[in-house]
Structures are given as structure tokens and as C-alpha cells.
Nanobody
Framework: QVQLVESGGGLVQAGGSLRLSCYAS????????MAWYRQGPGEQRELIAS???????VYADSVKGRFTISRDNAKNTVYLQMNSLKPEDTAVYFC??????????WGQGTQVTVSS
């Protein structure tokens, strides 16, 4: 059974930082690309950062230069370091992992709230 568990969300003031983590329990299946999405109130879920197994990264323009995605393949974990947070970063953040040969999987989400 594949399960993704996010942690690290919370309430922070504008300009502050948070670090999200997502651990993937895959039962031995290899993980391909991992990504972070977010969904603000009344908005669609959007891709904000992705990272391949070889550590190639892609960022949405809205977070480029402020957020950094990284991963530890030995720990099946992906991270999202979020700096210079803005109120518009408030959203539920979701982890996604692609398992080649299976499908992609989602975590349950973690709330990030940035106060002005």
C-alpha cells in the first residue's frame, strides 16, 4: 500500500519561513518525480514545484526564488523550504509522487497560513 504523509505546515507571519516534508511509504516501489501542489480557498490545485529522481527541478513563477524543493531518495522524502512567505501563499499544500508502473499518489495535505 502506497501512502504519502505531509508535515510541517502551520501559521507564520509574512516574511517568515516554513519547511514542509513528505514521506512516501511505497512498499518497495521506486519513486519517480515528486512534486508539491497547493490549493487556496476557492482556487484550483496548482503545481508549484517538482523534482525528478535525478534532482532536476521546476518551479512555478509565483514561488521561484523563494521556495526550494529537494529530496532524499534513501528516505523516500521530499521537502519544500518556503522563505519570504506572503499572505497569498496561504493554501493547503499537497505532496504528489509518481510511481512508474503504477500511478501517481497524493498526500492528505497540510495547511499553511501566512498572516499579514
Amino acid at each position: 500500500q502506497v501512502q504519502l504523509v505531509e508535515s510541517g505546515g502551520g501559521l507564520v507571519q509574512a516574511g517568515g519561513s516554513l519547511r514542509l516534508s513528505c514521506y512516501a511509504s511505497t512498499g518497495g516501489w521506486s519513486i519517480g518525480t515528486m512534486a508539491w501542489y497547493r490549493q487556496g480557498p476557492g482556487e484550483q490545485r496548482e503545481l508549484i514545484a517538482s523534482i525528478t529522481r535525478q534532482a532536476a527541478t521546476v518551479y512555478a513563477d509565483s514561488v521561484k526564488g523563494r521556495f526550494t524543493i529537494s529530496r532524499d531518495n534513501a528516505k523516500n522524502t521530499v521537502y519544500l523550504q518556503m522563505n519570504s512567505l506572503k499572505p497569498e501563499d496561504t493554501a493547503v499544500y499537497f505532496c504528489n509522487a509518481d510511481l512508474p508502473g503504477l500511478r501517481d499518489y497524493w498526500g492528505q495535505g497540510t495547511q499553511v497560513t501566512v498572516s499579514s
